[in-house]
Every structure is written in C-alpha cells, then in structure tokens.
Nanobody, 130 residues
Framework: EVHVVESGGGLVQPGGSMRLSCEVS????????VGWFRQGPGKAREGVSG????????FYAASVKGRFTISADANKNTVYLQMNSLKPEDTAVYYC???????????????????????WGQGTQVTVSS
C-alpha cells in the first residue's frame, strides 16, 4: 500500500521562503512520480509541480515557475518543494500525491492530473501574510 506523508508548512511573510517535504512509501523501486497540489481559500485545487525521482523529469505550473523548485532524494524516497519569493496568493493547503507510470508520463507531457495519483497526503497549510 502506498503512503504519502507531508511535512513543513506554516506562516511566512511575503517574499519569504519555505520548504515542504513529502515522504513516499509502498512503491517498488523508484518508478513513481510525485506531484504537489494546492487549494487556496474559495479556489479549486490546482497542480503546482511534479517530479519523477528516477529520471529527474520535472513540471512546474506557470504561476510558480522561477520561484518554486522541486527536488528528490531517491534514497530517502523524499521529495522537496522549495518555495521562494512567496506571495499572499500562494496561501493554500498544499497536498503531496504519488502515482505510478501514468503520473510519470503526465510529467513528461507537462500535466498533473489528480485522478492519476494513487495516494495523497493529509495536506499542510501554507499562509503567506505580513
């Protein structure tokens, strides 16, 4: 059974930085993809970034490109989302999710589709406010 556990989150001032972590377990080897999604107040959930730890394929939504960096430590089965230059509109509950080959294919083609992910974390609140 696949499990995903997020950590990080909290309150940060505009322009500040924060790092989220996502530990994945239950996949055989490293053939899986990880996506970060977020849901702001009154908004639909949206895909933010994704990575395939085995080959380093990455995806960023236009709204975060150049400010967020996703990385993976395959030995620790952990994915990190480094968020810099945070804006109030980045305020949201951030979710980490993991899935198999369909997720990896999606990253190659440049999309994050929620229904392709097998397991989701509980979500962590990120609040950007002065």
């Amino acid at each position: 059974e696949v499990h995903v556990v997020e950590s990080g989150g909290g309150l940060v001032q505009p322009g500040g930085s924060m790092r989220l972590s996502c530990e994945v377990s239950g996949f055989f080897g490293h053939d899986y993809g990880v996506g970060w999604f977020r849901q702001g107040p009154g908004k639909a959930r949206e895909g933010v970034s994704g990575i395939s730890p085995s080959d380093g394929t990455k995806f960023y939504a236009a709204s975060v490109k150049g400010r967020f960096t996703i990385s993976a430590d395959a030995n620790k089965n952990t994915v990190y989302l480094q968020m810099n230059s945070l804006k109030p509109e980045d305020t949201a509950v951030y979710y980490c999710a993991a899935g198999g080959y369909t997720v990896i294919a999606g990253l190659v083609h440049g999309w994050l589709r929620e229904h392709e992910y097998d397991a989701w974390g509980q979500g962590t609140q990120v609040t950007v406010s002065s």
